[in-house]
C-alpha cells in the first residue's frame, strides 16, 4: 500500500430534525447563526432557532449572505460574531452560509488577519466551535476545510486548513426537499465534479478518497435526475444528501482541479451560481483531460454506464463525458457560455482570470495554460 494521510471530516448527524439537537453539542452562549435571508423565509431555521434558545442560547442571527458571499459579507459576520460576544457558531443553509460560517469561526477564535491565512494550510490557529447544516445537496462544504470568498474585481480567494474542519455536520433531507428544480441541478452537477475531480486529481488522492468518489458518483449519477423531476422524493434527496457529503469528503483530501479554476471566473464575473458554473465547463475540460486520466475516466464510466463494461478505455472515457454531459442537459441546465449572457468577447479576460486559480490548477492531471484555457472557454462558448 502506497503511504497517504487522510483527514477525516466533522461528526456526522443524521435524520430529521437532527439539526434542533445542536443545542446539545455547542457550548453555552451566545451563538452566530449564518444564513442567508431566503432559508429564513422558507422556515427552514425555524426549528433549530427554537430549540436553541429553549437550550438558553441567544441566537445571533445574520442572514445577510449572498451567493458567492464578499469579503465585506465575511467581515461583517466576524463583526456581529464579536459585538455579541459569540462562543459558537452555526452555518445554515448552502455553500455560501457555510463557507462565510467556517471562516467567521476560524477569524473570531483566532483573532487572525484574514490577509495573512489566505491559501493552504496556512491558518493554524484555533476556531470557535462550528457545526454546519446543509439545505441543498452539493457543494459539500459541510464536509470540508475549505472557504471561498470573493475579493476585489470578482477574484475567488480561499483559506483551505484543517482548523476550518467543522466539529459537527448535520444531514437532513428533509431540508432540501422541495428546492427547485434549477437549484437542485446546479448544486448536484457541483457535487459529480467534486466526485470527479478529487478521484482524478494530480495530487493527493488515496484509496479511502477514490472510494468516497466513486460511491459519491453513484448515488449521485443514480438519484439527480429523480430529484430533479420529483422535488419531494425523500428517498432521492437523501442519496444526493450524502452523496454529496461523501463528495466533500473526498475533495477535502483530494483537491479539485481544472474544472473548478475554470468555473470560478464565470461566478466571480458574471455571477453564475457555481454549479452551472461547472456544469458549463465539464463537458471541455475532461475532454482536454481525456488522455492523461483515460484509465481513470474509463474506472468512473462504469459506475455511472454498467453496460460498457469490457470496452476499451478509450472508448469507456468517452461514454464518461458523454453521460455526465447528458446528466447536465436533462437536468435543465442550458448548456453554453452564450445562454448565460456571456459574449465571446469575454472570453480573453475569463482566461486571464482562471489563471490566479494556480492552487487548483495544480491538480489537474494535464496542464492548463492560459491559451488553452482560452480554447475551452471557446468551446463552451
Known amino acids: 500500500m502506497p503511504s497517504f494521510t487522510f483527514h477525516p471530516g466533522p461528526r456526522l448527524l443524521a435524520g430529521a430534525g437532527e439539526a434542533s439537537s445542536l443545542a446539545d453539542k455547542l457550548p453555552d452562549g451566545p451563538c452566530l447563526f449564518v444564513t442567508d435571508q431566503e432559508v429564513v423565509r422558507l422556515g427552514l431555521t425555524d426549528a433549530c432557532c427554537v430549540a436553541l434558545e429553549a437550550a438558553g442560547r441567544t441566537v445571533v442571527l445574520f442572514d445577510d449572505v449572498e451567493a458567492d458571499p464578499s469579503r465585506a459579507t465575511l467581515m461583517a459576520a466576524v463583526y456581529a460574531g464579536e459585538a455579541a460576544g459569540v462562543q459558537s457558531v452555526i452555518g445554515f443553509g448552502g455553500g455560501s452560509p457555510m463557507d462565510v460560517a467556517k471562516l467567521a469561526a476560524y477569524l473570531l477564535g483566532s483573532g487572525d488577519d484574514?490577509?495573512?491565512?489566505w491559501g493552504v494550510d496556512?491558518?493554524?490557529?484555533?476556531?470557535?466551535?462550528?457545526?454546519?447544516?446543509?439545505?441543498?445537496?452539493?457543494?459539500?462544504?459541510?464536509?470540508?476545510?475549505?472557504?471561498?470568498?470573493?475579493?476585489?474585481?470578482?477574484?475567488?480567494m480561499a483559506v483551505n486548513a484543517r482548523p476550518l474542519t467543522a466539529d459537527w455536520a448535520v444531514l437532513d433531507a428533509t431540508l432540501t426537499l422541495g428546492l427547485p428544480r434549477h437549484v437542485t441541478a446546479a448544486t448536484g452537477i457541483d457535487a459529480i465534479v467534486h466526485a470527479v475531480e478529487a478521484f482524478t486529481s494530480a495530487r493527493l488522492k488515496n484509496p479511502v478518497s477514490d472510494a468516497l468518489a466513486r460511491e459519491a458518483l453513484r448515488l449521485l449519477s443514480a438519484n439527480l435526475l429523480t430529484a430533479c423531476n420529483q422535488p419531494d422524493n425523500l428517498e432521492a434527496r437523501s442519496a444526493m444528501l450524502l452523496g454529496a457529503h461523501f463528495a466533500g469528503l473526498a475533495f477535502a483530501n483530494a483537491p479539485v482541479a481544472g474544472v473548478h479554476a475554470l468555473a470560478y471566473p464565470l461566478g466571480g464575473i458574471h455571477h453564475l451560481a457555481h454549479g452551472v458554473s461547472n456544469a458549463l465547463m465539464l463537458r471541455h475540460v475532461l475532454a482536454h483531460n481525456v488522455e492523461a486520466a483515460r484509465d481513470l475516466y474509463a474506472e468512473l464510466a462504469e459506475i455511472i454506464a454498467p453496460e460498457c463494461a469490457g470496452q476499451g478505455s478509450q472508448a469507456q472515457a468517452a461514454v464518461l463525458i458523454e453521460?455526465?454531459?447528458?446528466?447536465?442537459?436533462d437536468s435543465g441546465i442550458a448548456p453554453r457560455l452564450r445562454d448565460h449572457g456571456i459574449g465571446e468577447q469575454d472570453i480573453p479576460a475569463l482566461a486571464s482570470e482562471a489563471m490566479k486559480q494556480g492552487r487548483l490548477l495544480v491538480n489537474n492531471p494535464c496542464p492548463i495554460e492560459e491559451a488553452d484555457a482560452r480554447r475551452l472557454y471557446e468551446a463552451a462558448w
Open 114 to 117: 484574514l490577509d495573512t491565512v
Open 323 to 329: 453521460r455526465l454531459d447528458q446528466l447536465v442537459s
Open 122 to 156: 496556512i491558518a493554524n490557529g484555533k476556531r470557535l466551535p462550528l457545526a454546519l447544516v446543509p439545505t441543498t445537496a452539493g457543494t459539500g462544504s459541510e464536509a470540508s476545510p475549505i472557504s471561498v470568498i470573493t475579493c476585489e474585481g470578482g477574484v475567488k
